[in-house]
């Protein structure tokens, strides 16, 4: 399963981004982020059959989780950024369903993107 993760950048606080994630259709289909020096954290999450989906505390009311069903894109589009927000963001997938207490664990993740660098300037 190849990824590939494309919409990073540099933007002002305040500002928006959006993040595509080609992937053909799977289980699950989560973004996660790495700061300098930190581990990795989860963002946010999307079911590939009913579209439910889940946010981390931080990404609530400002990061949306969506996915275009034909061709086969998750998107997470992030609003209202933060320098905070400064990370390399990477797009995974699970080809298995994943309870919702583990949405938010990497290792729930089978396949990984290479990530798309995010950089919110004060």
């Known amino acids: 399963v190849h990824l590939v993760e494309s919409g990073g950048g540099m933007v002002q606080a305040g500002g928006s981004l959006s993040l595509a994630c080609a992937a053909s259709?799977?289980?699950?289909m989560g973004w996660f982020r790495q700061a300098p020096g930190k581990g990795q954290e989860f963002v946010a999450a999307i079911r590939g059959d009913d579209d439910s989906t889940y946010y981390a505390d931080h990404a609530k009311g400002r990061f949306t989780i969506s996915r275009d069903k034909a061709e086969q894109t998750v998107f997470l589009q992030m609003s209202s950024l933060k320098p905070e927000d400064t990370a390399s963001y990477y797009c995974a997938v699970s080809t298995t369903y994943i309870s919702t207490s583990l949405t938010t664990s990497t290792t729930s993740y089978e396949y990984w993107g290479q990530g798309t660098q995010v950089t919110v300037s004060s």
């Open positions: 259709r799977r289980a699950f």
